[in-house]
């Protein structure tokens, strides 16, 4: 038994010691061959990641930031989310970047949220095939009768909420409710009941995954995120699936309602 498990244990702790020394060797020749800025990658493997949250989760994240500028300038490397990433505290660098996005910079996203929303994602899109998705859903949304709708709906959702708060009321918790009871209703007709409900508080732990450590084993919030994905995606496809078998069911019936709307006039005309 102990041999075994001596067999089992050599090869996996070599496999990290060689995985943590290729990390070392990568963090300390990354700054002379990518010319990267000054900074910290934190942890192997996990980077300064953990800090971040940490800071976003109190009432001021600020000092997250502002430690790491007085130490670095304000441009600074770091590790967070899985990758090395480079943040900016600067107004013309942000603008240069911002100005030249898609000729010299390419907008990404952490794998965290590159791997919940999927490469089909309209968000992670690039190039033509963003463009066209982009102008279609901009035509979709610029429609009169759309517009007309949405506004109609808008009103309506908003004042739906506001008759049900009492007391304290957090404004970006309902902004938020109110958004996604929208959306619902734009794309599938459903109006807030017990299943949007349901929806939504799937959603929302997909959300709370987008911003973590895209490892399940050293994410809780991510797994739950992964598996909150899983239900989300079920239950839309069994949205379109009904639709679809009832689309189909009423064409039946209009094709079955024509050929024996064409039988009688034939046996009218023969008398």
């Not at 290729?22 to 980077?47: D, E, S, Y």
């Not at 958004?179 to 959300?207: A, G, H, R």
């Amino acid at each position: 038994m102990e041999s075994s498990l001596a067999m089992f244990l050599y090869p996996l702790l070599l496999s990290l010691s060689l995985s943590l020394f290729i990390f070392l060797l990568l963090r300390a020749t990354a700054g002379r061959r990518r010319r990267l800025p000054p900074g910290n990658l934190g942890l192997p493997f996990l980077g300064e990641t953990l800090q971040l949250i940490s800071a976003y989760k109190t009432e001021n994240p600020e000092p997250f930031i502002d430690d790491r500028v007085s130490k670095y300038g304000a441009v600074f490397t770091t590790h967070v989310f899985g990758e090395p990433t480079v943040f900016s505290a600067d107004p013309d660098t942000n603008r240069f970047i911002l100005q030249n996005e898609g000729r010299l910079f390419e907008s990404s996203y952490p794998g965290s949220i590159s791997n919940l929303l999927g490469r089909h994602s309209l968000l992670l899109m690039r190039g033509s095939l963003h463009k066209r998705m982009h102008s279609l859903t901009m035509s979709f949304a610029n429609s009169a009768i759309i517009r007309d709708h949405l506004l109609l709906d808008i009103d309506r959702l908003v004042r739906l909420n506001m008759d049900a708060w009492t007391g304290r009321v957090l404004l970006m918790e309902e902004a938020k409710k109110i958004t996604f009871q929208l959306t619902v209703k734009q794309l599938m007709s459903f109006d807030p009941c017990e299943w949007t409900e349901n929806l939504m508080k799937e959603y929302m732990l997909v959300i709370e995954g987008f911003f973590t450590i895209p490892l399940p084993i050293f994410s809780t919030t991510y797994r739950r995120a992964i598996q909150a994905r899983g239900k989300v995606a079920e239950a839309l496809s069994l949205v379109v699936r009904e639709r679809r078998r009832e689309r189909e069911r009423r064409e039946k019936e209009r094709h079955a309602g024509g050929v024996a709307g064409r039988g009688r006039r034939r046996r009218r005309l023969l008398r």
